[in-house]
């Protein structure tokens, strides 16, 4: 008879060049590179943003508290939940070579 085996949570992957890889102390998943990773999806949070505490509260589940999530979880779990939260949001995008301040 077959067995499921909890594998436990899926190990993030980087999303960055090897090469720029380095070591973080803050966060075990974000892999050095120091940029914010959603707690939900780990994927690079890529547009940062700031929404009212309570649309926060409204949208996220208790259990993620003021971890990460990114924008495409953000929107996703208050749409499914009915909420506005377009209202009164603000974004702070960061492209991976302004994280990096390699602009010219
Ligand atoms: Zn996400």
């Given at each position: ?15 960055v060049l ?87």
């Amino acid at each position: 008879m077959a067995q499921l085996i909890d594998m436990g949570p899926p190990t993030p992957t980087p999303h960055v060049l090897p090469s720029l890889l380095s070591i973080s102390h803050n966060n075990p998943f974000s892999v050095g590179t120091a940029r914010e990773i959603c707690k939900i999806c780990f994927d690079v949070n890529r547009v940062g943003f700031h929404v009212p505490d309570e649309v926060w509260q409204a949208a996220i589940p208790e259990y993620y508290g003021r971890n990460i999530v990114c924008l495409t979880c953000f929107t996703r779990l208050a749409d499914e939940r009915a909420i506005p939260w377009d209202h009164e949001i603000e974004f702070f995008p960061v492209s991976l070579v302004s994280h990096f301040g390699m602009t010219t």
